[in-house]
């Protein structure tokens, strides 16, 4: 009894040591619960609640938690994490560690998370928080989709009292325009866009035509944008 009382002392010491450090931006750690590698990384331990909700569907940005991740830290180091995911109820990072286990990162120590040609920008300015999908950056202009998660409620059959289809997350999308110091929200579409880039408009309606692109295909308004920053 005193020696699993004494292992159980040690395990919870030890938790402790990780999980609250007492200068987490000197700490570093060497596990491989999710990651691979040192990284600057503080952050707390959650029970995994992914399967708990009675609403359908998920409020993960990710379709799972599978996958490989580059990520780069604020003071520019770069690193590669696995099984993660972003909550967008809680606007946190997480790692699925195990089915009873959820790793939460510190998502200020870092500045962009890469998923194949995916890269998310951390943001934590006013109403933007968490990870924004970059369409488009360069020092002059930028191009973000920003996600949240909501509700889509089901149908009730007014007839029997029962429910057609149930309650279940959905994501909704919003695009950001940055230029000249300025952010404006925008619909993906030929009018918002040439809004945007007023000055060569003319130019860059005959660009988008005869390439055949789409002002509401996320990838040809990339390529829109970057035709408008060579002009």
């Known amino acids: 009894m005193k020696k699993l009382f004494f292992a159980l002392l040690l395990s919870f010491i030890f938790f402790n040591a990780f999980c609250q ?53 604020k003071n520019g180091e770069s690193r590669q994490l696995f099984n993660l995911n972003f909550n967008l109820k809680t606007k946190t990072l997480e790692s699925l560690i195990s089915k009873d286990s959820v790793f939460q990162y510190d998502l200020g120590q870092f500045d962009y998370i890469i998923n194949s040609n995916n890269k998310y920008k951390v943001r934590n300015v006013g109403e933007f928080q968490g990870l924004s999908l970059e369409i488009y950056s360069s020092e002059k202009i930028q191009l973000y989709k920003e996600f949240a998660i909501a ?21 909704v999308f919003s695009y950001y325009f940055y230029s000249n110091g300025k952010v404006v929200k925008i619909k ?20 988008a035509s005869e390439n055949d692109f789409s002002f509401s295909n996320e990838n040809d308004v990339a390529k829109i944008l970057k035709h408008y920053d060579a002009l």
């Open 21 to 73: 450090g007492s200068d987490t931006s000197k700490s570093t750690s060497n596990f491989n619960f999710g990651y691979q590698g040192n990284i600057m990384t503080s952050g707390l331990w959650i029970p995994n609640s992914t399967k708990n909700s009675t609403i359908k569907g998920t409020v993960y940005l990710f379709p799972n938690f599978t996958g490989q991740y580059n990520v780069l830290t």
């Open 151 to 171: 509700v889509e409620q089901g149908v009730l059959n007014p007839m029997t009292q029962t429910m057609i289809s149930e309650d279940k997350y959905v994501q």
């Open 188 to 207: 993906l579409n030929k009018s918002d866009i040439l809004k945007q880039l007023a000055d060569k408009k003319d130019i860059i309606k005959k660009y």
